[in-house]
Nanobody, 121 residues
Framework: QVQLVESGGGLVQPGGSLRLSCAASGRIWSINGMGWYRQAPGKQRELVALITNGGDTNYEDSFKGRFTISRDNAKNTVYLHMNSLKPEDTAVYYC???????????????WGRGTQVTVSS
């Protein structure tokens, strides 16, 4: 019914950059907030950044200045631009979105399956 599919992960050297994408598809009426989370091996999933449908953003402090979240509402897509990557940024990055489908009146939180980011020389 609704799918979130992340892409853009991979292996990058320390100091490098990556851009992650997450496209929502299905019988979508509207999308409210979208966000990126990550989970490193042996750690809990943590919030990276959020963006409203109006473009307002919120970042966890540790990512401010290095990561930038953006979205294209016409494409139902959210992006995460990551710069100055460090080995400790190695994790599976997950997309999340609050989506209303045609046959419901409420928004439901959906998750993608994640994309692996590995920062290593």
């Amino acid at each position: 019914q609704v799918q979130l599919v992340e892409s853009g992960g991979g292996l990058v050297q320390p100091g490098g950059s990556l851009r992650l994408s997450c496209a929502a598809s299905g019988r979508i009426w509207s999308i409210n907030g979208m966000g990126w989370y990550r989970q490193a091996p042996g750690k809990q999933r943590e919030l990276v950044a959020l963006i409203t449908n109006g473009g307002d953003t919120n970042y966890e402090d540790s990512f401010k200045g290095r990561f930038t979240i953006s979205r294209d509402n016409a494409k139902n897509t959210v992006y995460l631009h990551m710069n100055s990557l460090k080995p400790e940024d190695t994790a599976v990055y997950y997309c999340n979105a609050d989506i209303r489908v045609y046959w419901r009146d409420n928004y439901v939180s959906y998750w993608g399956r994640g994309t692996q980011v590995t920062v290593s020389s």
